[in-house]
């Protein structure tokens, strides 16, 4: 029964965390449309930013120019 509850509160807060992180990432390529259309469309993908959960820098995804 134990284990059970611990397996329900450790979905429920990855539930969370990823629901944190899916609207972050919109938010973020939302503003980046609006304010430098440049560097949005050297933005990867959309699942990719959300899958890298490690970075919170959008920065950090913006390729270089070529």
Do not use: Q
């Not at 938010?27 to 930013?49: G, N, Q, T």
């Amino acid at each position: 029964m134990i284990t059970l509850l611990c397996l329900l509160i450790a979905f429920l807060f990855v539930l969370f965390l990823g629901t944190t992180r899916n609207d972050w990432v919109r938010r973020k390529r939302i503003r980046l449309i609006w304010h430098d259309f440049a560097s949005y469309e050297r933005l990867p993908s959309y699942v990719y930013m959300v899958l890298c959960f490690w970075v919170w820098d959008v920065k950090k995804f913006i390729r270089e120019e070529k």
